[in-house]
């Protein structure tokens, strides 16, 4: 089966002012594979992920060189960024449902792109909210607030939030953090099913989490990436000390 490169990423340094929070990383991010980002706190993962689907625009006296391609598109020069953020979504370290329904949560997305049938939202809503495994716990609380559910439900809505606009690829930055382990369990079983339709970008610090449900592995270093290979590959036989030391504990 041939592997097609959603994502390349070439040369990429970021800065925030004169700081430079991302230094020469490359990499590459396969179609229908979990990519984990792993490394200590500040090392950069978290401001890679938002790299990808320009989230770092946000954020004032943000400096980027390099290029990112999705699908062979450099998504700085010629791609709209509302329709990027709809082609690559975005959940999370916190559940942050909107102050509304669980319909209308999920509704939110199709709406402001353009959808109004009524018909035609119940269903995108129904698809979403069983693509996120949440659909059978809240059918009978659509109308209800999306705030008085869980935190694991939430972050499973925010999810279904997400699937609703029909994305390529899915950013994840510390989805589980917050959960509690069972809530946890439920949300890396979802990624292992969602990446037969999506690929997945997850940033986490739980090595064993990224052992359980990733395919491919980055170890970043002081807003660098020091190895990139499979995970198995990554864990068990790493090529660089320094991912050695810190697969064993050795770190620092």
């Not at 049938?117 to 059918?139: C, F, N, P, T, Y």
């Not at 279904?160 to 029909?166: I, Q, T």
């Not at 970008?201 to 395919?215: E, K, L």
Request: glycine share 8%; net charge negative.
């Amino acid at each position: 089966m041939d592997i097609q490169c959603k994502l390349k990423i070439t040369d990429l340094d970021l800065y925030y002012g004169d700081f430079q929070a991302l230094s020469n990383v490359s990499m590459d991010i396969n179609a229908n594979e979990v990519m984990a980002f792993i490394g200590p706190s500040g090392c950069g993962k978290s401001t890679f992920i938002k790299t990808i689907n320009r989230m770092n625009d946000l954020i004032p006296d943000v400096t980027i060189k390099g290029k990112v391609l999705y699908d062979g598109v450099d998504i700085y020069k010629d791609y709209d960024v509302i329709e990027l953020r709809k082609q690559i979504g975005m959940v999370f370290q916190k559940p942050n449902p909107f102050p509304m329904t669980v319909y209308d949560n999920i509704a939110y997305g199709p709406r402001i792109h353009g959808v109004r049938d009524k018909k035609k939202l119940d269903e995108i809503v129904e698809k979403s909210l069983k693509g996120a495994a949440l659909w059978d716990e809240v059918a009978d609380r659509l109308n209800k607030p999306a705030l008085g559910l869980s935190g694991g439900q939430q972050q499973r809505l925010c999810i279904a939030r997400v699937l609703s606009v029909e994305p390529d690829v899915v950013l994840m930055d510390e989805p589980t953090s917050a959960l509690d382990p069972i809530s946890t369990a439920k949300i890396e079983d979802l990624i292992d099913d969602l990446k037969k339709q999506y690929t997945i970008v997850i940033v986490t610090h739980n090595m064993q989490q990224a052992g359980r449900i990733s395919d491919r592995t980055a170890f970043f270093l002081t807003g660098e990436v020091v190895e990139t290979g499979p995970t198995e590959e990554i864990f068990y036989n790493p090529q660089d000390k320094r991912t050695e030391d810190y697969i064993s504990g050795r770190f620092g």
